[in-house]
């Protein structure tokens, strides 16, 4: 229950994906969108652009917990360094509003969202679209991945009792009861 | 002319310099600490803390530029993410105050202070103890290097172009000055 920010955090495009919580494991979809600055621009002017536009991201959607892609230094050694001091600000700002923030693996929210930890962009996004109802994949991936960090973020504590229990994980579930409206016309799949 | 914020980042020891630029290639100390994070904190809550108190510094010192150090994803990958998380902090706070900050490298800094871009750690504190006139070398090294990172970029301009004229460049000039000086009795070497 409440709002979940979920951010997956980069320089060039950075997604952000707010979601409600709703009773069991029910999420909607309440704002997605892409920050993106330029190249071109130093780097204290894009930190602080994108600074700037979370700071109105949580003024207004006001969340009660920030779900963040914990970023390796194993990974893409071109971008990593930009995404760490994006994580940064968001860690320092989230803190200022004493909220949590919860660092969440690629793999963890893959395997929160479609049940698999490899799985490809197209089937988080895929997972996305059909677990908040849309009618299309939220793009660029980016505000998928966003989605997907929130969603994950809202099944984390039942997805451990669940499978402690043996029973049907929270994305076992969502997937199941997505299949079974999986009719909807216009989802791009 | 003006001042000079040199920050050394990282999120367990965090390097603050503050110098002020005189005539020439005066330099002169206004203040020195290293702010810390229990490494056992939520990452917020550390980037949280030296968001805040940078921003003390910030508005305490009213610096005219900042000068951060430039990391690199292939240093120590054990601390890196830290160091880029908290510099991602740093670049934002100073684009709200409308500062410029200068990434300068590691050994820029050194041969910028020592004419060695190989310098060790104790070569940079001898010699940031000299040209500021200390009676000892700031401890830990952390603060030796954000004074070191302040230093450097009060030389920067001038020591390009001494070395376009193939004069004596800053760095030569201030190891000259602070060689000739060096009587200094309780400076540690």
Do not use: C
Not at 37 to 47: I, K, N, V
Not at 52 to 77: G, M, T
Not at 170 to 184: I, M, T
Request: hydrophobic share 45%; proline share 4%; no cysteine.
């Amino acid at each position: 229950m409440g709002t979940i920010l979920g951010i997956d955090p980069g320089l060039t495009r950075l997604g952000v994906g707010v979601i409600a919580q709703g009773a069991g494991r029910r999420v909607s979809l309440v704002h997605v969108e892409v920050l993106r600055t330029p190249a071109t621009d130093r780097p204290e002017a894009r930190l602080g652009a994108l600074s700037n536009a979370l700071e109105r991201v949580f003024d207004i959607h006001k969340p009660d917990i920030v779900a963040l892609e914990r970023v390796f230094a194993q990974q893409n050694l071109r971008t990593v360094m930009g995404t760490a001091q994006v994580s940064g600000v968001v860690l320092a700002l989230a803190h200022q509003r004493s909220l949590a923030v919860s660092l969440r693996t690629p793999s963890e929210v893959k395997a929160a969202v479609t049940g698999y930890g490899r799985a490809d962009k197209k089937q988080v996004g895929t997972m996305v679209a059909k677990i908040l109802g849309l009618d299309a994949i939220p793009q660029p991936a980016d505000a998928a991945d966003a989605l997907a960090l929130a969603i994950s973020e809202a099944w984390r504590g039942g997805t451990t009792s669940a499978q402690t229990a043996g029973a049907e994980t929270a994305a076992q579930k969502a997937w199941r009861e997505a299949e079974a409206r999986a009719h909807r016309p216009k989802l791009k799949e």
